[in-house]
């Protein structure tokens, strides 16, 4: 079993920047990933990184603003998130999978956190 409590979400004015935490604790997973979710939205995929911490995936819409990376001494994963837009508001989700299946498919997750809001003011 892995537990996963994010944290670092807020009200932030367009063009501001927040950085969002997951800390794990349980079992070592292979691929961690950040999820997002709007109002009336399918959950979608916004960042992944593998175990190695080198390889990482964006969808098209925060490459060049956010940057997924990991502490694993800390057993946290971080999302920055630069040059914040409207669009950007939902409820981020922390997930991560014990193996390494395809890396932007929600149901590849085994374990999501609770959810951190993030609001965007334009």
């Known amino acids: 079993q892995v537990r996963l409590v994010e944290s670092g979400g807020g009200l932030v004015q367009a063009g501001g920047s927040l950085r969002l935490s997951c800390v794990a604790s349980?079992?070592?997973?292979?691929?961690w990933a950040w999820f997002r979710q709007a109002p009336g939205k399918e959950r979608e995929f916004v960042a992944g990184i593998r175990w190695n911490g080198v390889s990482t995936t964006y969808t098209n819409s925060v490459k060049g603003r956010f940057t997924i990376s990991k502490d694993d001494s800390k057993s946290t994963v971080f999302l920055q998130m630069n040059d914040l837009k409207s669009e950007d508001t939902a409820v981020y989700y922390c997930?991560?999978?014990?193996?390494?299946?395809?890396?932007?498919?929600?149901?590849?997750?085994?374990?999501w956190g609770q959810g951190t809001q993030v609001t965007v003011s334009s």
């Open positions: 997930a991560t999978a014990l193996s390494g299946r395809s890396i932007i498919t929600r149901n590849a997750y085994d374990f």
């Open positions: 349980g079992k070592i997973s292979h691929t």
